[in-house]
């Protein structure tokens, strides 16, 4: 189609060709934009090929880089959980060792105590065997022992009574008043009682009285009113013939036991 208000040789008439007129002009008008077009089209391609090629350097670059840093976490987990893994083992290991230890030390405590039990049986009955020995005998001690409590009843009322006389005695002595004859027929009779009385007699009563007599001069002070602190030896022999009075008891209770 032709534009009537543009120009004549603005349009491409159908026989332009045919007639030898500028049919030329236009071919080489369209040409120059196609080959621009063209040559665009192969810059772009280019530069596109290019960036496409840098893009594509660079995302492999990138993924090599994630990959390696993927891979350097990898094995870092890796070793990370064989470490862990051979602490593991070795606190395991420790810890079976620990509880071996324990089984050992359960298996021993356990064979010392049967052993320790083993002894307290056999001396368990060690005891009641001797126990059984021993019965007849304590019975046989308890029953002297009874009997003797008579006799050692008798001889603690003597000393209490030869006590009060020989005070009396040491405090006739000290005094500066009291007459000597009411002294001497004290001794008198003390020495007769010790040789009457038969308990006295185990104990050589007669013997210690004579003694006491002859060499105990000992006095307190001069206002002294306690008779306890006149005399010295005289307490020495009390003394003697309490503990006397106690083993005599033991002996006569021996002797009774071995002559059955």
């Not at 660079?58 to 993927?70: D, G, I, M, P, V």
């Not at 089984?103 to 064979?111: D, K, P, V």
């Not at 003597?158 to 002595?173: F, P, T």
């Not at 006095?219 to 005289?234: A, K, P, S």
Request: hydrophobic share 35%; proline share 3%; glycine share 4%.
């Amino acid at each position: 189609m032709n534009d009537l208000n543009d120009p004549p040789n603005w349009n491409i008439r159908p026989n332009a060709r045919a007639d030898g007129g500028d049919g030329s002009r236009w071919n080489y008008a369209l040409l120059v934009p196609m080959l621009g077009l063209a040559a665009f089209r192969w810059i772009w391609s280019r530069e596109s090929q290019k960036e496409i090629e840098k893009e594509r350097e660079e995302y492999r670059q990138r993924t090599a880089a994630f990959q390696r840093e993927l891979e350097a976490k990898y094995h870092a987990v890796i070793s990370e959980s064989r470490r862990a893994v051979a602490h593991l083992s070795l606190e395991l290991e420790k810890e079976q060792n620990r509880t071996a230890s324990y089984r050992e030390a359960l298996i021993s405590q356990g064979r010392k105590l049967v052993e320790e039990k083993k002894l307290l049986e056999q001396e368990r009955a060690q005891v009641m065997q001797e126990k059984r020995q021993v019965q007849p005998l304590r019975s046989a001690y308890l029953s002297c022992l009874g009997q003797e409590e008579d006799w050692q009843r008798r001889a603690r009322l003597l000393l209490k009574d030869v006590e009060g006389a020989l005070s009396e005695r040491q405090s006739i002595y000290c005094s500066l008043l009291l007459p000597r004859g009411k002294r001497l027929q004290l001794e008198k009779s003390l020495l007769g009682r010790a040789a009457a009385d038969p308990i006295a007699a185990d104990l050589h009563m007669a013997a210690g009285l004579t003694d006491i007599f002859k060499h105990d001069t000992h006095c307190g002070d001069v206002w002294n009113t306690d008779r306890r602190q006149n005399g010295r030896l005289m307490w020495l022999y009390l003394k003697y013939w309490e503990l006397t009075v106690e083993l005599k008891k033991f002996e006569r209770v021996q002797k009774a036991i071995l002559e059955k």
